[in-house]
Each structure stands twice: as structure tokens, then as C-alpha cells.
């Protein structure tokens, strides 16, 4: 089971308090009525889904009840970072520099 | 390709088992194919069968990272069925169905297909409503499949508890009496023998790397551990690894990887004559030949290519068995694993061209395409050798998610299938 650190309980608890909320730092369109079926397409259904880092949203439903987003590497699942929803969308390159040397 | 039957197992028993000649090869991989499929699963591997066997396609490689068989179709959990939903679902699935009977006469190889039926349990109001509503539209698809009231479940199915108190009471059943298992691992081996004997290469420890394109868009080949690989035309096959493969070609796809697992108990004698299956509980249990239950359990909440998945999805897996098969309780699990399920947002595959000439993609089967594997292969081959698709794979695009026309056996069923 995960071991996940909630940025707002700054705490880490297990996975069972929290829920997967999908990928993070999409943006739902403003005008949504005025956006092309691609967009609508590339907002709703299309994703990321990499193997590496992925940028992605949790909830501490069973705690704070907050959304947060996380970097996790989806290949040792191993979480690199947590933060506040909000905050912007960490370097990719960076983290996986970061991750590398926690490794060691 | 040396015919197998009872005279050849007769033959080689008197000689100590010495002539039987290899089932398929490790050729070099050559500089330039008609077709390359990415991935050795079933579904890759049928599709190079097909091509061969169905449109005189043969020079064709299978590339494969790891070894043939070793992706999903070698970790799941056998379940074969077609009842699902809607139309489009019910034609492609059934048409697999059809093809599962007679298969091991086809490729002259035995996959073990056992028509023990698959039984669907309903344990609440909503269950109830869901599954019959699923059997009205099956009987107009043609499709198998009928209502159980829980002594008739019991009945079919004698070790299920079906007591008013249960924790997981049984309301009733669907049951689809041609629906059944197969041996995952002889599906695999079947189809690359029958490849492989007409021609085709597998080439297995070779992973794609990328997939080059030349200025005008269109597919030249694929780069590889082994170094450049030449074809007009290459379809990709790689369940978890989908959205990477197609990455590579610039495709972006509406698709999440998530873990799935399944775990073994210890070899019994004959005691579960039927597949079992709850949905609203996520177990899924039946008896293999070698006498282990096998059983599924459901993804974990979390996208993952680790191949592994938490501990609880297993033992949330085996509380809900146990309550509904409480004869099991003290039986010892031997193994478990996981595989790695590439799932769409309306839950049905994408078997189709692809927005770049000579590139086509079988995927999304998410945690249920092992029962469609023939069908999917056939019709697959059928897409590459035309250039378009089969009637049966027809609604299966990738356009779907921006045109709207989903086929949402997600909204359907509300679970995992
Ligand atoms: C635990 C579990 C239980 C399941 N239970 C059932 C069930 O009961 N019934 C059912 O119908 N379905 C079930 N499924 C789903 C089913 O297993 C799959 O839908 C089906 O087997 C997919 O077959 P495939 O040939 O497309 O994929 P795979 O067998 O996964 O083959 C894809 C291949 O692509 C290869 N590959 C990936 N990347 C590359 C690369 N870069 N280069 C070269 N090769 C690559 C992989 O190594 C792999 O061998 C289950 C799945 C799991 C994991
Ligand atoms: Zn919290």
C-alpha cells in the first residue's frame, strides 16, 4: 500500500485515506460551449498516462478532505513530491534529477 | 509444421519424447517486413496468424520486448464471455465467441476451451435490475445468456452461499452457459506455432524503441534494442504500453494504465465446476484443470507500469470470496502478480487506423480482452490487410472520443468486466 504525505495534514498516512482523483493540471475550459471537439477531445478524454513521472491529483477523503496534486513515478511508485493544489506544475527533469539522487 | 495428434503422441512416446521438432523459431530479425506488429500477446500474435492464414500476408514480424505470452495474456484470468451491453459490443465479442469453439482445431493446438458457463451474481436491487436488463439485450443481439434465481445459482453452482444473512447476499444470476475459460498460455503458443509454420518472425527480446516516420507522415518502420526494423506497415498491440508505443509516434491516446491482479490457491481436487463472477464485490473465481482457484481481483485506484499493485486490493479480493464461498476460507494461496491494463474512458477497445498512414492500433481492452482474443486478431488482420476496418471492428475508433459516438460499457456495467 502507498504511503502518501498530505501537504495540507503535513503528515504522511496510508493510501486507504485517500482518493485518486486522475491527472492533474488539466485546465477545464473557460468557455466550454465555444472550444472545437479536438479540445473538447484533447480536456476530456485524452491523457498523459506516462511512464515516469506523472503529475497527478489525490483527495485525503478519509482526513482533511482536501485535493492536492502529487509527482509520482510510475514505474517504482514511488512519490517524489507532494503539494498544494494550485501550486504550479513542478520541472519534470528536475524531479526526476531529485528522485534519482534519494535513490543513491 | 508436424500435424499433432494422438498417432504423433503414440509415435514419440515409444521413441522417449526425442523428435518433437521446436514450435516456432528465433530468426534474425531482416531489414524489411510487409507488416510489423508490436507485442507477442495473443492478440499480436493472432493478428500475424490471420494475416498469414486469411490474406496470403506473411512476411510479417512479431517484435516483442520480453517473450511471447509474457504480457497479459499470460496473467489473466481466463475468463471467457460476450454478454455484454451494447450492439457494437455484442457483435465483436461474440464473434470471438464463436471463433473460441473451434479454435484448437484451427491452429491444431489445444487451448483448453471449456464452455463451463459464466455466472454473474446479482447481490442487490440495482445488481438485479442491471443483469436483466443486460439478458433482454443480449436475447435481441443473439447472445446467450439467462436468469438464475439464487437456488438455481446454488444449484448450478453448489459450493455458493446463498443464506438470506450473507454479508454479500445472492439476489439471482445471469449465467451464460457458453462462457467459460481457456489456457491463456496455449492461446499464445498456438498462435505463434501457426505464424511462425507460415512464415512469420517472432522476435522476442527485441523492444521498440520508436517508430520512425518518413516526411510525409507515413509509418517506415520501428527502431528497436536490435537496431532499425523496416515495414509499410506496422500495427501496435501492447496493452499497458499502448500510450508509450503511440507516444512515439506522436499520437496521443485516451487511455490510463492501471495494475490488475490475480492470485492462485493450492491444487484441490474437482470441487468448482463454473466461473463465478461479482462484479459489485470485484471477485472473480474458477477451478483451473491443474485443480488451483484462480482469482481475479480488481485495479488498483492508481495509473502504475509497475506491474505489481497493493497488497489490500488482493485480501479486500479474498474477504468477499470467502463470504461467498465460506467452504474456501482455510484454503492457502500459493502466488499472485499483476499485469498492467491499458482502460478507455467508455470502457470498449480501439481497434482501428490511426490518424498516421500504415499505423493501426488494437487496445483498450483494459481488464477484459483475454475472452476476445481471437475475434480481435481476426478482425485486426482483417484492418492491416485492407487498409480499413471489418464491419465488427468498424465502430471501434479512435475518432469516437472526439465525434461522441462512445460505446460505454463503462456506463453499462459501472465496474470493471
Ligand atoms: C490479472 C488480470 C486478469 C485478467 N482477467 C481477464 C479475464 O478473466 N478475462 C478477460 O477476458 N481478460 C482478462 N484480463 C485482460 C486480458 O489479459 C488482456 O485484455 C489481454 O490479454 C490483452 O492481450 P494483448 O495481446 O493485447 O496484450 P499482452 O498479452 O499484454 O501483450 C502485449 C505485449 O506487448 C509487449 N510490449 C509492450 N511494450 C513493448 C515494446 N516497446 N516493444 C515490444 N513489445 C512491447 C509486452 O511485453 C506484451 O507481451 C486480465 C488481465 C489481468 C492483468
Ligand atoms: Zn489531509
Given at each position: 500500500m502507498l504511503q502518501i504525505y498530505c501537504p495540507y495534514c503535513k503528515e504522511e498516512r496510508p493510501e486507504l485515506e485517500f482518493r485518486h482523483a486522475g491527472e492533474a493540471h488539466i485546465a477545464r475550459p473557460a468557455?466550454?460551449?465555444?472550444?472545437?471537439d479536438e479540445e473538447f477531445e484533447g480536456y476530456f478524454f485524452i491523457r498523459?498516462?506516462?511512464?515516469?513521472i506523472a503529475f497527478e491529483r489525490w483527495r485525503h477523503v478519509h482526513g482533511c478532505g482536501r485535493f492536492f496534486n502529487a509527482a509520482r513515478?510510475?514505474?517504482?511508485?514511488?512519490?517524489i513530491t507532494t503539494y498544494e493544489a494550485g501550486e504550479p506544475k513542478p520541472d519534470a527533469a528536475e524531479l526526476a534529477a531529485k528522485s534519482g539522487e534519494a535513490d543513491k | 509444421m508436424r500435424k499433432y495428434s494422438i498417432f504423433a503422441v503414440a509415435r514419440e512416446a515409444m521413441r522417449g519424447h526425442k523428435g518433437w521438432p521446436q514450435q516456432w523459431t528465433s530468426p534474425e530479425p531482416k531489414k524489411q517486413y510487409d507488416v510489423i506488429i508490436v507485442g507477442a500477446g495473443g492478440h499480436g500474435l493472432g493478428a500475424a496468424y490471420y494475416l498469414a492464414?486469411?490474406?496470403?500476408?506473411?512476411n510479417v514480424a512479431v517484435v516483442e520486448k520480453?517473450?511471447?505470452?509474457?504480457?497479459n495474456t499470460g496473467r489473466n484470468t481466463t475468463i471467457i464471455r460476450s454478454?455484454?451491453?451494447y450492439d457494437e459490443s455484442a457483435a465483436l465479442y461474440n464473434h470471438a465467441m464463436k471463433m473460441w469453439d473451434g479454435l484448437s482445431q484451427d491452429l491444431n493446438?489445444?487451448?483448453?476451451?471449456?464452455?463451463r458457463g459464466v455466472m454473474m451474481l446479482a447481490h442487490n436491487v440495482h445488481d438485479v435490475q442491471g443483469a436483466q436488463r443486460h439478458i433482454h439485450a443480449n436475447r435481441l443481439n443473439g447472445v446467450q445468456n439467462e436468469w438464475l434465481t439464487p437456488e438455481q445459482a446454488k444449484e448450478y453452482c453448489p459450493p455458493l452461499n446463498i443464506s438470506?444473512?450473507?454479508?454479500?447476499?445472492?439476489?439471482g444470476a445471469a449465467l451464460q452457459r457458453c462462457g467459460g475459460n481457456a489456457r491463456h498460455d496455449a492461446v499464445a503458443w498456438g498462435y505463434a506455432r501457426g505464424a511462425a509454420n507460415r512464415g512469420v518472425d517472432i522476435i522476442q527480446n527485441?523492444?521498440?524503441t520508436g517508430i520512425r516516420r518518413a516526411a510525409n507522415g507515413a509509418v517506415e518502420g520501428v527502431e528497436t534494442t536490435r537496431g532499425f526494423i523496416g515495414a509499410k506497415k506496422v500495427g501496435v498491440v501492447?496493452?499497458?504500453?499502448s500510450s508509450v508505443l503511440m507516444e512515439m509516434a506522436g499520437v496521443q491516446m485516451p487511455l490510463e494504465s492501471y495494475p490488475l491482479q490475480a492470485l492462485v490457491s493450492e491444487p484441490v481436487k474437482p470441487i468448482f465446476p463454473c466461473v463465478v463472477m461479482s462484479n459489485t464485490v470485484h471477485a472473480y473465481i474458477s477451478q483451473s484443470d491443474k485443480g488451483e482457484l484462480v482469482i481475479g481481483a480488481g485495479t488498483d485506484q492508481y495509473t502504475s507500469y509497475s506491474q505489481t499493485g497493493g497488497l489490500h486490493i488482493l485480501t479486500h479480493t479474498l474477504d468477499a470470496i470467502c463470504e461467498m464461498f465460506?467452504?474456501?476460507?482455510r484454503m492457502k494461496m500459493l502466488r499472485s502478480w499483476g499485469g498492467i491494463v491499458d482502460v478507455t474512458p467508455d470502457r470498449s477497445p480501439i481497434l482501428a487506423k490511426t490518424p498516421v498512414p500504415g499505423l493501426y492500433v488494437n487496445c483498450g481492452?483494459?481488464?477484459?480482452g483475454f475472452k476476445a482474443t481471437p475475434g480481435s486478431a481476426h478482425v485486426f488482420a482483417h484492418t492491416i490487410a485492407n487498409d480499413a476496418p471489418h464491419p465488427i471492428n468498424a465502430?471501434?475508433?479512435?475518432?469516437r472520443f472526439r465525434t461522441g459516438r462512445l460505446i460505454d460499457e463503462a456506463a453499462a456495467a459501472a465496474v470493471a468486466h
Open positions: 468557455d466550454m460551449k465555444s472550444i472545437s498523459s498516462n506516462p511512464k515516469g513515478d510510475t514505474v517504482s511508485d514511488k512519490f | 492464414k486469411q490474406h496470403g500476408i506473411t520480453g517473450w511471447l505470452g509474457g504480457g454478454n455484454y451491453l493446438y489445444n487451448v483448453m476451451y471449456s464452455a438470506k444473512t450473507a454479508r454479500y447476499p445472492v439476489m527485441c523492444a521498440v501492447a496493452a499497458g504500453h465460506p467452504i474456501f476460507s481492452w483494459g481488464t477484459g465502430p471501434f475508433t479512435l475518432e
